[in-house]
């Protein structure tokens, strides 16, 4: 049974950071890529990042590319992702997921249905 547990979500003046985690268990972390998604009210989950099972190839959406950081340490089950200069648009609950398959092209880490577990999501709220 695959879990992923969302933390570090809240409330931040714009320009300010934060930091999300994402703790895994239920299959060897590093043989799975993780990624990012995000969902504002309203709005379709769009991704937002994600990175390899060794950590060494990542994408971004356009939106965040310069501004946030995902890294993993498979040592410890766990995926983070490092937001700096938030901005309003940022606003959104955030999940993380564990992609379906040992290999994904990045060139379908984008896609939402290349995951297939799911955390319960973290709100992370940017005021301006």
């Known amino acids: 049974q695959v879990q992923l547990v969302e933390s570090g979500g809240g409330l931040v003046q714009a320009g300010g950071s934060l930091r999300l985690s994402c703790a895994a268990s239920?299959?060897?972390?590093?043989?799975?890529?993780m990624g990012w998604f995000r969902q504002a009210p309203g709005k379709e989950r769009e991704f937002v990042c994600a990175?390899?099972?060794?950590?060494?190839?990542?994408s971004y959406a356009d939106s965040v590319k310069g501004r946030f950081t995902i890294s993993r340490d498979n040592a410890k089950n766990t995926v983070y992702l490092q937001m700096n200069s938030l901005k309003p648009e940022d606003t959104a609950v955030y999940y993380c997921?564990?992609?379906?398959?040992?290999?994904?092209?990045?060139?379908?880490?984008?896609?939402?249905?290349?995951?297939?577990?799911w955390g319960q999501g973290t709100q992370v709220t940017v005021s301006s």
């Open positions: 997921a564990q992609s379906k398959w040992t290999y994904t092209s990045s060139s379908n880490y984008a896609r939402g249905d290349q995951y297939d577990y």
């Open positions: 990175l390899s099972g060794s950590g060494t190839v990542t």
């Open positions: 239920g299959r060897p972390f590093s043989s799975y890529a």
